[in-house]
Structure formats: C-alpha cells, structure tokens
C-alpha cells in the first residue's frame, strides 16, 4: 500500500438524501446555502436539471452534465448567463452608477464567448505563465510563512482567533497585492471591494444593498485606474504592467477598459475565491484531525501535498456555481431546455457526485481520479489562474501545519456562519483554537 492509500481518511459515506420534496425546496434558501449536500444529492438523483422556481433558474446539479454544458460554449453562453446574473433585477441602474461615479462600466471580457474570449485569454497568458507563477512562489511563501506565525503566536494560551478574519482574508490580500504589483493598499477596502463585486452575482441582494455595493465598485474602479495608469507611465514587474502592455504576435492588445475589467477580475478571484478555500482548508483541519496529522506527517512529500490540494478542491470547492443561457432550444440530462434558459452551474454538486467519485463525503487523498474534478470548471472558460490558486493553497497548507497543531473550531460545527450567495460557499467567520508545534 502507498503512503497515499494509507493516508485516505473517510469522513461519512454515503451521504443521506432527507425527505423534503424538492419542490418544497430552493438555492435560495441560506440553510440550504450554508449545508448545501442533502439537496445537491436530492437534485442529482431526482431533478439533475430542476428549474428552482425562486431563484428562477435552472441547476445543473450531475458531473457529466456540468461537464458536457461546460464543453459546449455555442450551445451555453458564458457571456449571456452571466450578464443575466449580474446585478439581477438592477442592471441598468448598476450600470448608470459605475458610469457616473466609477469612471466607466467595463464588462467581464473574461466572460465573453468566442472569438472574442479566444483574443482575450491569448494576451492573458503571459500574466499567467509558468515564469510569473515560479518567480512569485518565494514571495508568497514568505508572505504565507509570517501570516501563519502570527496566527500561531496569537492562538497561543487557547485564546479564540478567527481563521478567516484573521488568516484566509489577510493572506489572500496581501498575496494577490503582491501578484499585482499594490505595494499601497488598505486590506479592509479590498475585502469590502470583493464582498461588493461577488454580491452582484450572488442574486441575493435587494435594491438598497445593489446601491451600497455599487459605489463600492466605483471606489476599487477608481483605485485600479490610477494603478493602471502608473503603470502606463512607468511599467514594472508585476501582473497589471503585464495586462497593461500585453500584446500577441499579430500586435492585438487590450483596450484600457478590457484591462480595468481584467485586473478587477484578479483582485475578486485571487482574494474572495482563494479566501474561500483557505477557509474551507481550516475548516477541515479544524473537524477532521486525521487529516490535518496526516497533511504534518507528509508535509515534505511534493506529491502528497499536490494530491492534497486536488482533494480539498473537490472536497470543498469555493465557487458554488457559475452562470450560462441557452442559445437555443436544446437538451441536456433528458430535460428539454427553451432559448435563453438561464441556468446556474452548480460545481459544488459535480464534485459530490456518488456516480462520479465514490462516497464523495470522504476526504480521500488516495482517490484515484480527484484530478478530474471541476472546481475550475471545465473547457474554454476553465480558470485561467488555476495554477496560481493551487500554489497559493499549497504553500498555505505546508506552512500552517509546519506551525501549528490541534487546531479545533471554538464553536459547534453547526453554527459556522456561511454568505448568503449562490456563487460561492464562503464561511464569513470561523473561530478557531490552536497550539503552536
């Protein structure tokens, strides 16, 4: 038996589906949002694409749907779902504010469909490439390394901390600051700023909170553009001089607006989505002792590590799911679907999919095809900062539990408090006790 086999730790198998109809049912509701299982498993084996009715959209909820819908753009837009999504029920007066108060309304161009999104991801890539990646690895790991020594010296004595108040937020702040370039920043602002722009898409805000979010925007819009045009001036080594220069062979480029909408793309996904796993990682090792004893006993094994990372991905993807429309009248998982079906792609679901990877509720490094999963989804819109995300967590994994030990959450399970969203799974608080090694 290999170090991995031996290493898998069994978590609850199999997972109960509960008796409530599932037309009694709805994303919607933050009790469903926060323990989301019992009706991922509900929709997979009696609706796999149910129109919830409240949400007013379809859920894909099976692995081999997410990942046929997924491989076929034509069929289901990225650009058209996601618009849609966006400030639901207040675009147009979103919209009005970002362009009277936020210097403009830059639209996701990473959400264009072809061949738009081709261009695009084309004269992304050197921000993404496997030198930028290499060369920021020791800064981010010294940036990691301290963050967990201060957790560790604060949790000393048993005092109470808050993982991600204190650790997942603060870390994916300071690393994405760092990715591009920010030397200056108020982490808070940042915080707020992701909060506001994943709010838009979360289809759980009234028209109060859009306002309150919106001019949120507006101040990261303003922030970005007076780094952009620094770096217009005077171009340095990091990832929005990158984006701000970037051209392909054939002399394509982003226009400024194209820029400003990518570089607030990377503030969202490098802090609120890694800040989710990060906090789904503390979370686990918080719950499940095996695991965090077996991640020490193996902390300088690479290949362990890297299968670690792929399983807490699956175990416990930080974006629930994305949005897509029909283009046409189509079928998919025996459903007829209408043109312009708006429907939310649930990853969550896929990755806990009995039919795909067995007993799904075991967080199990020894699984043989967790690299499979889709928390980065899955085609032409498959995260282009997938590889940065996976190092991030990686070193966060290494350093913390180089640091400390018997991490224990200070509160019942069930009372760990969840965002109201249907993008992501985020904890909003987790209060934690440690000891340092």
Not at 43 to 54: F, S, T
Not at 363 to 383: L, M, P, Q, S, Y
Not at 389 to 406: H, T
Request: aromatic share 6%.
């Amino acid at each position: 038996m290999t170090t991995i086999e031996k290493n898998s730790v069994a978590s609850g198998c199999p997972f109960s589906m509960g008796e409530t109809p599932l037309s009694q049912m709805s994303l919607t509701d933050p009790l469903i949002q926060a323990r989301p299982h019992a009706f991922y498993s509900k929709l997979r084996n009696e609706d796999p694409v149910h129109y919830d009715e409240k949400l007013g959209m379809w859920l894909v909820s099976r692995y081999d749907d997410i990942v046929t819908l997924l491989r076929d753009p034509q069929t289901f837009s990225d650009k058209q779902g996601y618009e849609a999504q966006y400030a639901s029920g207040f675009f147009q007066e979103f919209k009005q504010i970002l362009e009277e108060q936020g210097g403009g309304f830059f639209p996701d161009v990473i959400k264009s469909d072809p061949p738009e999104h081709t261009r695009i991801r084309k004269l992304m890539d050197g921000a993404f490439s496997a030198h930028r990646v290499k060369m920021l690895e020791p800064v981010i790991t010294r940036i990691i390394a301290d963050l967990a020594e201060n957790m560790a010296d604060k949790g000393a004595g048993g005092k109470v901390i808050d993982g991600v108040k204190e650790f997942a937020i603060p870390l994916t702040i300071a690393v994405i600051c760092e990715q591009l370039g920010m030397n200056r920043y108020d982490g808070n602002k940042i915080s707020e700023w992701s909060a506001a722009i994943t709010a838009q898409i979360g289809r759980m805000q009234n028209r109060e909170q859009m306002v309150e979010n919106a001019l949120k925007v507006c101040e990261l819009q303003k922030f970005i553009i007076e780094q952009m045009k620094d770096r217009q001036a005077q171009p340095k080594e990091d990832m929005i001089s990158d984006l701000v220069h970037s051209h392909t062979e054939d002399g394509s480029s982003l226009t400024f607006g194209e820029a400003v909408s990518l570089v607030r793309a990377l503030i969202i996904a490098g802090n609120d989505t890694t800040a989710t796993a990060i906090a789904n990682l503390l979370f686990i090792l918080a719950t499940q002792p095996g695991v965090a004893q077996q991640l020490h006993d193996n902390v300088d094994d690479e290949r362990y590590l890297t299968r670690f990372v792929e399983e807490l991905l699956r175990y416990a993807p930080p974006v629930r799911g994305l949005a897509k429309m029909t283009t046409r009248e189509t079928e998919l998982g025996g459903t007829k679907l209408p043109k312009g079906a708006h429907m939310l792609v649930l990853y969550g679901s896929g990755n806990d999919d009995e039919s795909h990877f067995d007993c799904p509720r075991n967080f199990d490094i020894a699984r043989g095809n967790t690299g499979t999963h889709v928390a980065f989804g899955v085609g032409i819109h498959r995260c282009i900062g997938a590889s940065l995300a996976r190092m991030e967590i990686r070193v966060a994994a290494k350093e913390l539990i180089k640091r400390v030990r018997n991490i224990r959450l200070a509160i019942p399970a069930e009372e760990v408090i969840y965002q109201r969203t249907v993008a992501t799974h985020s904890i909003s608080s987790l209060p934690i006790t440690l000891e340092q090694r």
